[in-house]
């Protein structure tokens, strides 16, 4: 079972940049597709992002295209998600997720994932 620890969320200004990291426990994180997703206040959770288990492959909502970007460190345990030009309506909470069947392609769904961190706030000021 993996447990899932985010982090660097906060206070950052519209145009400004932040970097989100999700530890893992265990010593299969190499074997998850792992994926970002923000719920912001009334509205469901969203796709932000995902990676495949080496990192080769990636996938994008359409909305951080260019602006965002998803990598790994499978010796560290280790997601991030770098996001740059920030926007205020990107105001929310973000989690990580793993996804541990084994599947082609990366999934998208807030049902495919099977683990999930406890989020953190981030809060874009216009």
């Known amino acids: 079972q993996a447990q899932l620890v985010e982090s660097g969320g906060g206070l950052v200004q519209a145009g400004g940049s932040l970097r989100l990291s999700c530890a893992a426990s265990?010593?299969?994180?190499?074997?998850?597709?792992m994926g970002w997703f923000r719920q912001a206040p009334g509205k469901e959770r969203e796709f932000v992002a995902a990676?495949?288990?080496?990192?080769?492959?990636?996938s994008y909502a359409d909305s951080v295209k260019g602006r965002f970007t998803i990598s790994r460190d499978n010796a560290k345990n280790t997601v991030y998600l770098q996001m740059n030009s920030l926007q205020f309506e990107e105001t929310a909470v973000y989690y990580c997720?793993?996804?541990?069947?084994?599947?082609?392609?990366?999934?998208?769904?807030?049902?495919?994932?099977?683990?999930w961190g406890q989020g953190t706030q981030v809060t874009v000021s216009s």
């Open positions: 990676i495949s288990r080496i990192g080769r492959v990636t």
């Open positions: 997720a793993a996804e541990t069947k084994a599947r082609v392609g990366l999934p998208t769904d807030v049902m495919d994932y099977d683990y």
């Open positions: 265990g010593r299969t994180f190499s074997y998850y597709i």
